[in-house]
């Protein structure tokens, strides 16, 4: 009876501990898999909400809070909005189920786990990047290289994701690697030429973003 009770507690300690442990690792990061299909316009914040909850839930990964990691200026009054301050705590999993990063700070420092390899769509394909046929490494942020909005003045969101035509975007690079003033950074690598969907493309980019829930 002894040595069933000793089982018995065993059993029950391994399953509490089990549980304390365990966690959820399900995809909460991507880029996006296609852009608008009209530049830099992504209908602003909630429509680029609304476009990585779509994408998220034609593979069965809609049921979490999606926010396109978009950063928006002060402009007219209204204030500034971060894009570190649009996605959760953290932590964040790819569609393979590796973490992307546990927290914010450290998905904006060089230990974050993101590139070419582990920086997935939301079906879990590789995006083409630097030395690809097309590269398509540039990821619409808005954001500077801790996650926060531009001042205002120069505007690098496009208006604030509502236009092909006026203004610049900054772009992060997903891999890591390429040109501009910061070449190795995720989400501010450098301006594109313009807003437009050619211009995206020309400059190494396709309208694509980062998709993150929370």
């Known amino acids: 009876m002894k040595k069933l009770l000793l089982t018995a507690s065993v059993i029950a300690v391994t399953c509490a501990t089990s549980v304390i442990y ?19 316009n992504l209908g602003g914040l909630a429509g680029a909400d609304a476009h990585c909850a779509a994408l998220a ?30 996605i ?3 932590p964040w999993y790819n569609a393979k189920g590796v973490m992307i990063a546990a927290n914010v700070e450290q998905l ?17 394909n590789m995006v083409n990047g630097r030395g690809d046929t097309p590269n398509e490494h540039d990821i ?9 909005a531009f001042p ?3 505007d690098m969101t496009c208006n604030n994701w509502t236009s092909s ?10 891999d890591r690697q390429g040109g ?35």
Not at 118 to 123: G, I, V, Y
Not at 165 to 174: D, E, I, K, L, N
């Open 152 to 154: 205002p003045g120069t």
């Open 57 to 86: 839930g034609a593979v069965g990964a809609g049921g979490k809070t999606w926010a396109a990691y978009l950063s928006t200026q002060s402009v007219g009054g209204q204030g500034a909005i971060n894009a570190r301050d649009r």
């Open 108 to 124: 904006h420092s060089e230990a974050a786990m993101t590139g070419k390899e582990n920086s997935l769509t939301e079906a879990g």
């Open 180 to 214: 501009g003033a910061n070449p190795t950074s995720f989400n501010s690598a450098h301006g594109s030429r313009s807003c437009s969907q050619e211009d995206l493309i020309a400059t190494g980019g396709n309208g694509y973003l980062y998709c993150f829930a929370y």
């Open 22 to 40: 365990s966690q959820d690792n399900s995809m909460s990061f991507f880029i996006t898999s296609v852009g608008s299909g009209n530049g830099a």
């Open 88 to 90: 959760g705590a953290g």
């Open 140 to 148: 619409l942020t808005g954001s500077q290289l801790d996650g926060t």
């Open 165 to 174: 035509s006026t203004g610049a975007a900054q772009v992060g690079h997903f």
